[in-house]
């Protein structure tokens, strides 16, 4: 087998030498406080049921979906799932990716032109940053949720600019907090900007039915676009984006990474359809869900771990500062049978190092307590 280049090599090295090779982990039996199935619906038996009953009595014959939806792969089951999370959405289109990292290439690579401005948030996820660099718009980010220097930035290139974006998530995938949505939609109504908003770590969990931060907040009427992910609260995978029936047909013309590429199989698509259902009917496990972020939190407070970005989503990032503290204190915090991810730089930036720890409705008060206790005394040593 050819060796790998010599400068790949050394990059690797460089990892090795900055404690940030990525490698990939074994299954893990520890107790979860890693994974994004907030509501645990990955291992419900009754969507896996239900898809697969739907799929038969529909005849279904096929695996896959054999080839691009323009060509062979638009399998009729998308049509009904996409009406049915648009107006789940109250939305009046829904375009479904193969995922939210699809979604986000696709989107922010063909939506922003040229003479166009995109201002997005320092802390966005990377499948949007990946998009921009496709893009012949010009990119400006801002201080995380800081609507004052947004203000000034809109305030500085507004007058050169065709067309305004402005992207945020509406929990931020590593740290949990939230931009203030109504703030930030009023600011850009004001001055005609587009608003994009992902979506992807608050579908299932705010809103009565689990429509998401925006829908909770009712603000979808004034938002360009809406990114919402399946991988995450609803347990399965894939993501759509949420806009106008003329946004719909563009991406259908122009996202690339949504015409190029095979189309989700049946199987998905069905387990898409009931983990929706499942979400807006079970409200008993949203609630479980939101006592045990309510305890983790009563948990910080009680034992003064003040080390915690604030946060009221699934998502709680305790700061360490430094590759080699936070590896260690996850390692220490593994031994002891939790499943708590140390995110390094260069993920995060410098001196930002953390550990997230995910909540999912099935996390036990006496889990959470004990995961809190052994880090309180992992950090004192
Ligand atoms: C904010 C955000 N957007 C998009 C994505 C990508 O979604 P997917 O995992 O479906 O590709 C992620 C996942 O990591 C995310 O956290």
């Known amino acids: 087998m050819q060796q790998l280049p010599k400068s790949l090599i050394e990059k690797l090295e460089q990892r090795t030498q900055n404690d940030a090779l990525r490698q990939l982990p074994e299954q893990s039996t520890l107790i979860d406080f ?143 907090d939230s931009p203030d949505l109504i703030a930030l939609t009023k600011l850009a109504t004001s001055y005609n900007c587009n608003l994009v908003v992902d979506e992807a770590h608050a579908l299932g969990i705010f809103g009565k039915e689990g429509e998401g931060l925006v829908q909770h907040l009712g603000l979808q009427n004034e938002i360009f676009a809406r990114i919402v992910t399946f991988g995450k609260g609803l347990g399965c995978h894939g993501a759509a984006i949420l806009g106008s029936p003329q946004l719909k047909e563009y991406l259908v013309n122009f996202a690339r990474s949504f015409i190029y590429t095979t189309g989700l199989p049946p199987h998905a698509l069905a387990t898409i359809y009931f983990a929706y259902r499942q979400v807006q009917t079970d409200k008993e496990n949203r609630k479980k869900l939101n006592d045990t972020i309510t305890f983790f939190l009563s948990e910080t407070k009680r034992l003064k771990l003040t080390t915690f970005i604030e946060s009221d989503s699934t998502i709680h990032c305790a700061i360490l500062s430094g590759n080699e503290k936070v590896k260690n204190i996850a390692l220490q915090l593994q031994n002891k049978g939790y499943n708590v991810k140390a995110i390094l730089s260069p993920t995060v930036p410098k001196g930002q190092e953390r550990l997230r720890f995910c909540l999912h409705s099935y996390n036990t008060p006496l889990e959470i307590s004990g995961v809190l206790n052994t880090l309180k005394k992992a950090i004192s040593l």
């Open 34 to 176: 890693a994974s994004n199935d907030y509501l645990g619906l990955s291992k419900n038996n009754t969507i896996f049921d239900a898809a697969h009953q739907y799929l038969i009595n529909q005849g279904n014959q096929t695996n896959g979906a054999t080839g691009s939806r323009l060509i062979s792969g638009n399998h009729n089951l998308y049509q009904e799932v996409e009406n049915y999370i648009a107006t789940f959405h109250d939305s009046k289109g829904a375009l479904i990716f193969n995922s939210g990292y699809d979604a986000n290439v696709g989107f922010f690579s063909a939506v922003p032109q040229k003479g166009d401005i995109v201002l997005y948030d320092e802390f966005i996820h990377a499948s949007i940053r990946d998009g921009l660099r496709m893009s012949n718009a010009k990119p400006y980010k801002f201080p995380h949720n800081d609507l004052g220097a947004l203000k000034k930035l809109i305030e500085r290139h507004k007058s050169n600019a065709t067309e305004v974006y402005i992207v945020t998530e509406s929990v931020f995938s590593m740290d949990g």
